[in-house]
């Protein structure tokens, strides 16, 4: 899509973009993220990578997984995180992208 093709858009499409940036905007939801751009992670070295206790981590994917930013899956008693798909990886490159660029 390129931006001749974008016009304006309806209130229930700027709604959902609101919440995908919002869910965005806590520093520990991005550590998250950024943990996740590598691939699949287990929930205990998530909460091992951030320094977080498992709940405060826990509580931040509900919210993450309720946006469809990340998503997961039970192997057994572990539970396994991962980006939702190849969009939010994308979003997250270009928001650090922006950031780093002078």
């Given at each position: 899509m390129d931006k001749s093709e974008i016009s304006s858009?309806?209130?229930q499409t700027a709604e959902q973009i609101a919440s995908?940036?919002?869910s965005l905007s806590d520093p520990t939801r991005v550590r998250i993220?950024?943990?996740l751009v590598t691939?699949?992670?287990n929930v205990g070295d998530l909460v091992r990578a951030?320094?977080?206790s498992k709940s405060a981590i826990s509580h931040q994917l509900r919210g993450l997984r309720d946006k469809r930013v990340v998503r997961s899956?039970?192997?057994g008693r572990q539970v396994f995180i991962s980006l939702d798909d190849e969009?939010?990886?994308e979003l997250f490159q270009r928001g650090l992208d922006h950031v780093?660029?002078?």
């Open positions: 858009v309806d209130e995908l940036f919002e993220l950024s943990a691939g699949e992670v951030i320094g977080l899956r039970k192997q969009h939010i990886f780093h660029h002078e």
